[in-house]
Structure formats: C-alpha cells, structure tokens
C-alpha cells in the first residue's frame, strides 16, 4: 500500500548548504527530513513524500534521472543548478535560498501530487465501494480524490450534480472510509416526505405530541447516532425546516416532536441536491445561513456526457452486476458502445443502468449492436444485415402469411379466381401478383414508409426490403 507523507524529505551528505537549507524550510514551517543517499531506496520504496530535493552534490544528475524514473509518482527537485529537467524532475532549488524560489517549487511539487496521486481504492472497503464509481476520466478521479481526503473527516459534505449522477454513491462512500464506517448509514430524501410529517421523520416525536402519535419514536437524527445522516434533495426542504435543521447543525442538539428534552446528535451530515441552491437562495427559498453550513466541503458529480470515455467501464461494471444478480448477461459490439458514447445521457449512469437491465432482458447471453439498441440511442448508420434467402422461402413466407394470419386476406375478385379453373393456374405466379398488390398498397397507404408498411404487412422491414428488389419494386 503507497502511503503519502507530507514531510520533505532532503537528501545528501551532512555539508554546509544542506543546513542552511534545513533551516530556511523549518522555518517556512515543513516538516522535514534528512537522509544520507545510501538510505533512499528504501526510504521511498512504500511511501510518497510532499518533496523530495536532491543534492547534487551528493548524487550526480544521471544517478538521479535512473532512480527517478523508478518513482514516476515522486516529485523531485534538484538542488543544485541545472536545466535538465524532466517528468517528475519538477525544478532546481539554487543559491541564495529565497522566499519566493522555495514557495513556488513547492507549489508545484503539490501540483504534480495531486496530478499524478496513486490510485485510491487500496483497501477492502475502498474496492467494493469505488467499484460504484467506475472511470479514468478527469471529473471522476476528481471525486474519488476528494472523497478520500474528506472521509477522515468530520467536516459537513455537500454533494452536487444532476439527478442519476450518483450522489448518494458518493455519500456511501464518504461514510464507510470514516471513522463513523461501523454506525449507520441512514438515508432521507427531503423531497419524498411530505413537508408536515418531515420534523417528525428527521427528530421523532414523543406519544401523544399529534394525531395519530400513539407511542414515542425515534426520529432519523437518533438512528444514526455515530454514524451518518444523508440528507438527499436539501433543496426540496420547506424554509421552516431548514430553520430547525440549521440550529442542529449550529448546536448538534435538537428535541423530539413534543418534547423537552434536549438529545445530543452525535452525526455527520451529507447533504445532496440537484438544484442551484445559490439560485435559490436570491429566489429566497433557500437560507443563505444553512447554505454555507451545508456547503463546507462541496463535491460536484459529473454528467455522464461530460465523462462518455468512462462508459466502456460503467457498461463492463453494470453487466456483471446484473450477472452477479443472476439475472444474465449481455455484450456490447464496440460499434454499439461508441454509438452509446454519442448519447446525450439526461438520466446519467442511472439511465445506462436502466439500459443495460432492458437488455439483459431482451438479448439474454446476447450480442448486441447498434441495431439492437432502441431507436434513440442510435447515433451511428449502420446498415442492417439480411440474410439471404432462397426464392423457395421467400414463397413458403408469402403461404404462411396468407394462410396463417388471423384476419384473412381480402383478394380482389377480379383478378384472381374464386374457384380453381379446369386448366388450372400457375400458382407461383398467382401469388407473385398477389404480394406486389399487397406490397403496393400497403406502401400507399402508409406514405411510402417502409418499416410501417412492414409492420402493416406483418413482416420484418428486411424481409420487405428483400421482396421489392426481387419484384423490382421502389417506394416511388
């Protein structure tokens, strides 16, 4: 496991600069480390420092840019001058040590930290939740970065983004890599619950405090006591509550529905909405006071628009959710995923689960292209493969569709025979005219479209298609 260190760690010989440089950094309030070369292997080999600054003097450049390309996740500066910088070689601290040299390079070894931080999910715990929170894309690292910082906290989170996004994933997430991960985790959607009945449901009641109340209950501040309390859509909370909420969040007491006595809430708040509460705040129907209580950490969740190159892995993760759900499987031609990467996604990762359950259902142990998919998530012409078929099954088709359709096909009697003639009649013939007839007027009467002239007809728009180019047809 990589851990990160927020010390400096300097390296080189004991001499004359190395001390003032320890110096200068102590004072600038580092903390720091110094190491003799020998011991810098293993001094990096599990843990990631805030800076590490190379005397050259100690260490030639070339020895330097080996090791370094054996920690790409290290920032390193140089001390001592040169220009050969590259990768994580971030810079060169040279004399006189300044203010403003050191602040800067120390600035952008912090930028390079967070560039190029390893991968967060280490732990049990990390991989079964992250798994939630699937893809490589800028925003979404983002996110799982900022949960990890903010986990072993207790600072009041709030969680931003469109609706199907995944907030309370991240929520979830925030919990079980706390301290708080063995209380509970207990979830309110504020617009769910009528707003009379929402004081009751967030602090509980004492027996007879209202109608209806024939016995005490605990509300969902106690349930979740050391644990914590997910608020999902705040922006839904009527402006009374949000009073009563604020003097919790002030205070972290609060009573019951017709009590007195004062319950201490020992719970970490996250809050999540779809909605600008800053909008609503000069609409005044949110308070600006709890706004910025609530909005101590924010965290705002991509569209799934804005990350498309993630859906590969949200497709391969949904799929085996549903698998493991023993519900089937279903694959994805790439075609059909780059189709699905051209989608506009107003429901998010919400709207792809839902697509991907559908079809399961419909392709189950199946392989689906971008014909398969419904209509709307078309965004790639693919033409439609047809089978080839011999002239003697396109004719067994025709029997079966005059002989076996519940409404009976009405044949115009002046063209064909009510009753077998004595010299009989060819029959292939016979039936030919009868499909360019129907054919013809089912195009008609369903402007020249073909796939309604299909369905009108019963039979697949391929199979339709197939017929045309035989009898020559066009839809002109």
Known sequence: ?????????????????????????????????????????????????????????????????????KIPWQPILLLGATDDLSANLIGSVEEPFN????????????????????????????????????????GIVNVRHLISQVAPSDA????????????EVVARNIHYLSERRDGPFIPVNCGAIP?????????????????GAISSRKGRFELAEGGTLF?????????????????????????????????????RVVAATHRNLENMI???????????????????????????????????????????EGRGKVRFTQRAIESLKEHDWSGNVRELSNLVERLTIL????????????????????????VEVSEEMLERDALASIFNDDEPVEIPETRFPSELPPEGVNLKDLLAELEIDMIRQALEQQDNVVARAAEMLGIRRTTLVEKMRKYGMSKD
């Open 99 to 138: 203010y403003p040299q050191l602040t800067e390079l120390l600035h952008f070894c912090q930028v390079f930290g967070q560039q190029r931080r390893p991968d967060v999910p280490t732990s049990g715990n990390q991989t079964k939740l992250f798994r939630s929170l699937v893809g490589r894309s800028e």
């Open 363 to 386: 392709y189950p142990g199946g392989l689906v292209d971008v014909n398969d998919l419904p209509v709307k998530y078309r965004h790639i012409d693919v033409p439609e493969y047809c």
């Open 231 to 267: 608020l999902d859509e705040i922006g839904d909370m009527p402006l009374a509550m949000q009073v009563k909420l604020l003097r919790v969040l002030q205070e972290r007491v609060f009573e019951r529905v017709g009590g007195s006595k004062p319950i201490q809430a020992n719970v």
């Open 282 to 324: 000069e609409n005044n129907e949110f308070r600006e006071d709890l706004f910025y209580r609530l909005n101590v950490f924010p965290i705002e969740m991509p569209s799934l628009s804005e990350r498309c190159e993630d859906i590969p892995l949200l497709l391969q993760e949904l799929v085996s959710r549903v698998f493991n």
């Open 195 to 211: 707003p009379e009945l929402l004081e009751s449901e967030l602090f509980g009641h004492e027996k007879g405090s209202f109608t």
């Open 1 to 69: 496991m990589m851990q990160t260190d927020q010390r400096i760690l300097l390296v080189g010989n004991q001499t004359e600069r190395i001390g003032r440089l320890s110096c200068i950094l102590e004072f600038l309030g580092e903390q720091l480390e110094t190491l003799d070369p020998s011991g810098l292997e293993q001094a990096v080999k599990e843990t990631r420092f805030r800076a590490l600054i190379v005397d050259l003097e100690s260490l030639p450049l070339e020895q330097v840019k080996v090791f370094a390309t």
């Open 156 to 167: 009041t989170v709030l969680v931003l983004g469109q609706s199907g996004t995944g907030k």
